[in-house]
Nanobody, 121 residues
Framework: QVQLVESGGDLVQPGGSLRLSCAAS????????MGWYRQAPGKQRELVAG???????NYSDSVKGRFTISRDNAKNTVYLQMNSLKPEDTAVYYC???????????????WGQGTQVTVSS
């Protein structure tokens, strides 16, 4: 089995910064793309940023220049550094990973439980 566990969500003032972390554990053979999604109340879940195993990054237009995604392949961990936070960044942030398991070599899509980010004065 595979688990993704996020951490780092908090209440922060506009203009502030937060760093989210997501660690994958379990029977992992290989991790392809890892990413962060978010879902605000009443809205659909949207992609925030993604990063391939080789380090290629992509961002939504709404966070480009403010957020940075990175990963540590040795630790099976992905990070999201969020700077210049705005109230519209308020959402539950979910970690996502495309993983091939070691037990049956099946490739699948895995999600974390979510971490709340609230940007408010």
């Amino acid at each position: 089995q595979v688990q993704l566990v996020e951490s780092g969500g908090d209440l922060v003032q506009p203009g502030g910064s937060l760093r989210l972390s997501c660690a994958a554990s379990g029977s992992i053979s290989w991790i392809y793309t890892m990413g962060w999604y978010r879902q605000a109340p009443g809205k659909q879940r949207e992609l925030v940023a993604g990063i391939t195993n080789g380090g290629n990054e992509n961002y939504s237009d709404s966070v480009k220049g403010r957020f940075t995604i990175s990963r540590d392949n040795a630790k099976n961990t992905v990070y999201l550094q969020m700077n210049s936070l705005k109230p519209e960044d308020t959402a539950v942030y979910y970690c996502n990973a495309d993983i091939r398991t070691r037990t049956d070599l099946v490739r699948g899509d895995y999600w974390g439980q979510g971490t709340q980010v609230t940007v408010s004065s």
